[in-house]
């Protein structure tokens, strides 16, 4: 479903990713985790083609995301993608948030997408605040917002670049509960977080990245109880 | 000094009227086509990308020139601006005798011709007001579009939404509103700057204080009028776009 292989980005004199190469299969739950700076988000950011890789292959859903022939909206149709910042759009509602992109790039008709709307909302458990304004929502409820916005187009593949790290403590646990469900359900998830229980307990494998490139990978089981590289073990040493 | 004559005022009142009118319709007009040509003008000012040919062609035949335009018409002034338009841009497209609209057919000599004697002062102060502000608006634009937070493009082109799209229903209305103030002072200034068009004969406001005061050999009353008369617009403006703000701003943004 997603192939990588000898992924290189460079920003400027930078050299952010240094070759990462590796493939995720149909509803496989993938965490990434790392040191910040490590390249791990802009990893995640190349599978949409939010940045552009600079060297290597990329394929998503069939879609060769180095290609620059590749018409990259429709790549991104089926790849969903939720943001730390939450980046919902402050002059819409909360229905209109996940309405726009059905109505505007699958021809829904409005009452078929407020339907989808409604069901995504109850899922999320934010049916009541349909017409709220993102702003008056919390971090958390926000989120979840956002998860369903992203949901809205029916993805195959979400994209969760650290979906938790701008949340308050009491507010990350009713994120990762609808994420659990997500995966229990079968959707291909990749997950860049520093919540380690949570890929523990969710997670199908674990990659860890750093330095720009796949350090160590397995299931959680293993990656977090035998880390067999020095980095791994230094770097769960300092979040475990 | 003895005192205010009123006589003076009620005799040319149509005047005032007259031209109290030619300075809403020339702003109206002037505001619409301004605002358009400059979020066009904004939008080429920011056109570029990251590879391929595009760069080069967006770089040097689209964002350069625009620089040099917008350069150009804040660095000159507007009543200038109004002469050259007015005395050598206007008349190269449609002079009756040679004009590049009239050679090459897009229209008749007649109307030509009509053209230029009935709405010749009024299509130049168009045209000039127009040019000039898109120049101004489209800086407004540029720097309204560069405070959206970089976010919401990620967020709508991640979900497949194309760059027009995402400019049309995520970006330009939450930029609307936070440039709507100095969109708002821009308009005001137009209403204001459309008096330098009374220099080459257009019937405003400005243009009936001076045939009043020529006629009488007195100043005092008519361009007294005519300064109350561009408050009362200017401050009725104003109120339209405090209105306008408080009706955007229901959703409150960040």
Known sequence: MIHVKDLQKQFGKSHVLRGISCDI???????????????????????????????????VNGFAVHDPK????????????????????????????????PMSLKGLSKPDAILRAEKLLKKVGLLDKIDAWPTSLSGGQQQRVAIARAL???????????????????????????????????????????????????????IFIDQGIIQEQGPPSQLFTAPENPRTQAFLSKVL | M?????????????????????????????VILGTSWGLLLGLGRMARADKGPWKYVLHYAVQWPVRVYVSAFRGTPLFVQ??????????????????????HGLMSVDFARDLRTEYGAF?????????????????????????????????????????GKTMRKVILPQA???????LGNNSIAIVKDSSLASAIGLADLAYAARTVSGAY???????LTISVIYWVLTFMLSLLVQYMEKRLGRSDSR
């Open chain 2, 176 to 182: 609307f509103r936070r440039i709507l103030p100095p």
């Open chain 1, 152 to 206: 809205a187009m029916e993805p195959s593949i979400i994209l969760f670049d650290e979906p938790t790290s701008a949340l308050d403590p009491e507010l990350v646990g009713e994120v990762l509960a609808v994420m659990k469900q997500l995966a229990q359900e079968g959707m291909t998830m990749i997950i860049v977080t520093h919540e380690m229980g949570f890929a523990r307990e969710v997670a199908d494998r674990v």
């Open chain 2, 82 to 103: 109004i002469m050259v338009v007015h005395f050598a841009l206007v008349p190269m497209f449609i002079n009756p005798r040679d004009g590049i609209f009239v050679t």
């Open chain 2, 123 to 163: 299509l130049s102060c168009i045209v000039a007001i127009t040019l000039n502000s898109g120049a101004y608006v489209s800086e407004i634009f540029r720097a309204g579009i560069q405070s959206i937070d970089n976010g919401q493009m990620e967020a709508s082109r991640a979900l497949g939404m194309g760059w």
């Open chain 1, 25 to 59: 299969a149909p509803q496989e739950v993938v965490c990434v985790i790392g040191p910040s700076g490590s390249g791990k988000s802009t990893f995640l950011r190349c599978l949409n083609a939010l940045e552009r890789p600079d060297g290597g292959e990329v394929i």
């Open chain 2, 2 to 30: 003895t005192g205010f004559r009123w006589e003076i005022i009620s005799e040319y009142s149509p005047l005032f009227i007259q031209g109290a009118l030619m300075t809403i319709k020339c702003t109206i007009i002037c």
């Open chain 2, 217 to 223: 050999a007195t100043y005092w009353e008519p361009y």
């Open chain 1, 70 to 101: 590749t018409n990259l909206n429709n790549l991104r149709e089926g790849v969903g993608m939720v943001f730390q910042r939450f980046n919902l759009f402050p002059h819409m509602t909360v229905l209109e948030n996940l309405i726009m992109a």
